[in-house]
């Protein structure tokens, strides 16, 4: 084990010093742009030659170490590999792209081979994602090694004493990245201003969300739809849930739904009826065809997101460039069509775009790339050139309003990235608490098909008695945002493995709320037992903070609690309650779903059957056709 925390400052050249510092100066865009990521390395950007040598390298250098420190694994535990990349992290190649491409290689390859092997054999674990262990050896490892381990790049707390600060910090930086993902997130904050990346309290983060609060989540008639348990918000959705329960079974496993339109579509179109009184099924003319656009799009940029966080360090641009068209899609309509300026094309709530954007100092050039330029094809990195270029070439008319255009290019993002993928990937883990789905690609090639969990009535009635209990339940397990990230100002002493090391400031640690909501310490000895109304909703951090504190108070306790999470219970509630009543009506009765659309047969099928997976057809693209297959059964 290194001398851990001990002052870097000698090891690095003068060079790069110099580079850091004129780096940190070109970040600091009115003192609230985060200066440096984690290791003092400024933003390691990515271009196509990054991504050609990082595949290179991935390939051909990383796997075989790779190997040897998973097969060392069977021996001893994650011992070795966890070391080794404690080592990178605090040692002599701290600050060095080469210290995180190597601290990267023992997770990823493990988590690539385990991702592969559970994808075809097993299905997919959710918590896989972004904590590497399996939960059945949870108990094990907890005893043996500890809760707080190296995962990619960062070390993840998983204690939940210690969680429960980093989320609760007022004072907490950010870096722009999400989560451990320092390479790949890096072009994020720099192609859209979304206040995810700043740091806690800092003046562009607190207007943002204050505005955003004010305009989208607490706008009175959101506020209004929520009450009284949200029956108006889930009239309004019957419409469009409808037509959607009509259309059929596509054979989705749900931890694989974050790249399924038909899991994606229902909660997209959910969420924007609740915030901003979208009617999906009574669009017409140009709306409507706008409206059909962006839902393609949306599927797209979820199916994008399932791929993004499974592939090594760079990426195709293309992959990228195709997690742009929704965001601009969505743009274009919200600009277009729910627009208090624009009254003649309203196809929802008129928001004040203007008022909004006035409401946000500096949102016009928090960002956009390093010199605080919107990105273009000169002077920024490839892959910022694509992003910028598609978020800017798809003709969408806000970009005669410059400073509208960037607000809303954070909007877009928070509503894709924050709103839409983790309210459809929570969606899809609270079903999974209804049916039971099969394991794996093959498993399911062979003709599995889901089926209600044996104890599927007891479960309708838990859900049904409290939804929001089970639904926060449902995401302890599974969290769909699997944690939250902090540079940190100080050293910290932080428990690893059998003893304690001090990690040095400016390192990244990572609140693993999927872990940190499995710690014995705080649920007890049967944490990972399903168990709605378990705990206080206060204890729940799913949405990076105590759940249900509240935004009664301008400022709320959790200093950067999401600000959606009162609205992604609703729309979950919603959803799976509308799955529910068609397919398991509350009193009995045959369930509904033994008939699908001109199967007059089927209807006496037992439920099994008739939920049997076929490949998508109708609305698919081809992105969704290939996750059909790759992720066994979503479209
Ligand atoms: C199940 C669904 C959701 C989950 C689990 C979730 C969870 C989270 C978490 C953990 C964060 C902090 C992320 C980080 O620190 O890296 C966050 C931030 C955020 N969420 Fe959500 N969220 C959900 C739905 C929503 C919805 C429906 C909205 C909007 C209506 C929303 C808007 C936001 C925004 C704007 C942020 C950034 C807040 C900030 O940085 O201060 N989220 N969410």
């Known amino acids: 084990m290194p001398d851990a925390g001990k002052d870097d400052a000698p090891l690095l050249a003068k060079p790069r010093q110099e580079y850091i510092s004129r780096k940190r100066e070109e970040f600091a865009v009115a003192g609230s742009q985060t200066a440096t990521h984690a290791f003092?390395?400024?933003?390691?950007?990515?271009?196509?030659?990054?991504?050609?040598?990082?595949?290179?390298?991935?390939?051909?250098?990383?796997?075989?170490?790779?190997?040897v420190l998973v097969l060392s694994g069977c021996c001893c535990g994650p011992l070795l590999f966890q070391r080794f990349a404690m080592w990178c992290l605090t040692g002599p190649l701290r600050n060095s792209l080469l210290g995180v491409l190597l601290m990267r290689i023992p997770s990823l390859t493990y988590d690539l081979a385990m991702n592969g092997y559970q994808f075809l054999f097993q299905g997919f674990e959710q918590r896989m994602w972004t904590d590497t262990?399996?939960?059945?050896?949870?108990?094990?490892?907890?005893?043996?090694?500890?809760?707080?381990?190296?995962?990619?790049?960062?070390?993840?707390?998983?204690?939940?004493?210690?969680?429960?600060?980093?989320?609760?910090?007022?004072?907490?930086?950010?870096?722009g990245c999400l989560d451990g993902w320092?390479?790949?997130?890096?072009?994020?904050?720099?192609?859209?201003?979304?206040?995810?990346?700043?740091?806690?309290?800092?003046?562009?983060?607190?207007?943002?969300?204050?505005?955003?609060?004010?305009?989208?989540?607490?706008?009175?008639?959101?506020?209004?739809?929520?009450?009284?348990g949200g029956r108006a918000a889930r009239e309004e959705a019957r419409p469009h849930l409808n037509a959607w329960l009509a259309s059929g079974w596509g054979g989705i496993q749900p931890p694989a739904a974050l790249g399924s339109r038909w899991m994606a579509q229902p909660v997209f179109e959910t969420l924007a009826s609740l915030l901003l009184d979208v009617r999906p099924t009574a669009l017409e003319g140009e709306a409507k065809e706008a409206w059909d656009d962006l839902i393609t799009k949306v599927a797209i940029y979820t199916t994008v997101g399932a791929l993004y966080w499974l592939l090594p360090p760079s990426y195709p641009p293309l992959l990228q460039t195709a997690g742009t068209l929704a965001p601009s899609a969505l743009k274009r309509f919200l600009y277009l069509h729910c627009n208090s300026a624009r009254p003649e094309a309203l196809a929802g709530r008129p928001v004040d775009w203007r008022a909004f954007a006035d409401a946000v100092p500096g949102v016009e050039s928090v960002t956009a790339d390093v010199n605080g330029v919107r990105p273009s094809g000169s002077g920024a990195s490839c892959c910022e050139a694509t992003c910028g270029s598609c978020l800017g070439s798809s003709d969408v008319p806000s970009r005669e309003e410059p400073k509208v255009d960037k607000l809303l290019d954070s909007v877009c993002m928070a509503l894709l990235l924050a709103a839409a993928a983790g309210t459809t990937s929570g969606c899809s883990n609270t079903l999974a608490k209804l049916l039971r789905f099969p394991r794996g690609v093959f498993p399911k090639a062979l003709g599995n098909s889901p089926q209600?969990?044996?104890?599927?009535?007891?479960?309708?009635?838990?859900?049904?008695?409290?939804?929001?209990?089970?639904?926060?339940?449902?995401?302890?397990?599974?969290?769909?945002?699997?944690?939250?990230?902090?540079?940190?100002?100080?050293?910290?002493?932080?428990?690893?493995l059998d003893g304690t090391v001090t990690l040095p400031a400016e390192s990244i640690v990572v609140a693993n709320y999927n872990t940190a909501h499995l710690?014995?310490?705080?649920?007890?000895?049967?944490?990972?037992?399903?168990?709605?109304?378990?705990?206080?909703?206060?204890?729940?951090?799913?949405?990076?903070?105590?759940?249900?504190?509240?935004w009664e108070n301008e400022q709320p306790p959790a200093p950067r609690q999401c600000p959606g999470e009162e609205h992604a219970v609703a729309v979950i509630s919603i959803v799976v309650g509308a799955f529910l009543d068609y397919h398991k009506p509350a009193g009995g009765g045959p369930p509904k779903n033994t008939r699908t659309a001109g199967d007059a047969e089927a209807a006496s099928e037992p439920v099994a059957r008739s939920l049997a997976s076929e490949p998508p057809q109708s609305k698919s693209h081809p992105l969704a056709t290939f996750c059909y297959y790759a992720f066994g059964g979503s479209q």
């Open 40 to 67: 003092g390395t400024p933003y390691l950007r990515s271009c196509s030659l990054d991504a050609v040598l990082s595949w290179i390298a991935f390939l051909f250098i990383c796997w075989p170490i790779g190997v």
């Open 133 to 175: 262990l399996l939960p059945a050896r949870r108990e094990y490892l907890d005893a043996n090694f500890g809760r707080n381990l190296m995962l990619w790049d960062t070390v993840r707390i998983g204690d939940y004493g210690l969680a429960r600060e980093i989320a609760l910090d007022p004072h907490r930086k950010r870096a």
């Open 452 to 496: 209600w969990t044996e104890d599927a009535d007891e479960m309708a009635a838990l859900f049904r008695a409290c939804p929001t209990d089970f639904v926060i339940e449902a995401l302890r397990l599974a969290c769909p945002v699997a944690g939250s990230h902090k540079v940190l100002d100080k050293p910290m002493q932080c428990p690893f």
């Open 519 to 550: 710690d014995p310490k705080e649920w007890g000895d049967d944490a990972m037992a399903f168990a709605p109304g378990r705990a206080d909703h206060d204890r729940y951090l799913v949405w990076n903070g105590p759940f249900g504190r509240g």
């Open 182 to 228: 320092l390479i790949k997130g890096a072009t994020l904050p720099q192609a859209t201003n979304l206040p995810l990346f700043f740091h806690t309290g800092a003046e562009y983060h607190t207007a943002w969300r204050k505005a955003f609060r004010e305009h989208i989540t607490g706008a009175p008639s959101v506020v209004a739809k929520l009450k009284d």
